[in-house]
């Protein structure tokens, strides 16, 4: 059996690697839409480059189990939303049906989440 102390760590790692990656990936989307065009492009850019900070800052921050919790169904969200725009421009068809409306539904849920935990209490 792990050592409960481990799973803050390694979901600290996660969340300042999907910090690292949202950002790289809004960084290099955005000269795609500068150099290629593609509304959705850039809208998955932006969207990638605002939430990146969020995810270096629950990372490097340490987080109450809400508070990852909350950080995790933006990520989905996150996921959902940007994939299926840049499907619609780069392949020319959504990722799935309903995908960008689910996506946005977990950003919003998520970031109400975020915004609860601050109520959450810490444990010992």
Known sequence: MT????????????????GGLAGAAGVALSAAA???????????????LMH???????????????LRIASLVLLAGLLLFC????????LGSRLFPMSAPI??????????AIGVSALWRRGP
């Open 34 to 48: 500068a150099h290629r065009g593609g509304a959705f492009t850039g809208t998955a850019a932006n969207f990638l």
């Open 3 to 18: 050592n409960p102390s481990e799973k803050p760590a390694n979901s600290n790692r996660l969340f300042v690697l999907a």
């Open 103 to 112: 996506g946005g539904t977990l950003l919003i849920a998520g970031w109400v």
């Open 83 to 90: 994939g299926d725009l840049l499907a619609r421009d780069f």
């Open 52 to 66: 990146a900070p969020v995810f270096l800052a629950v990372g490097l921050a340490g987080a109450n189990r809400c």
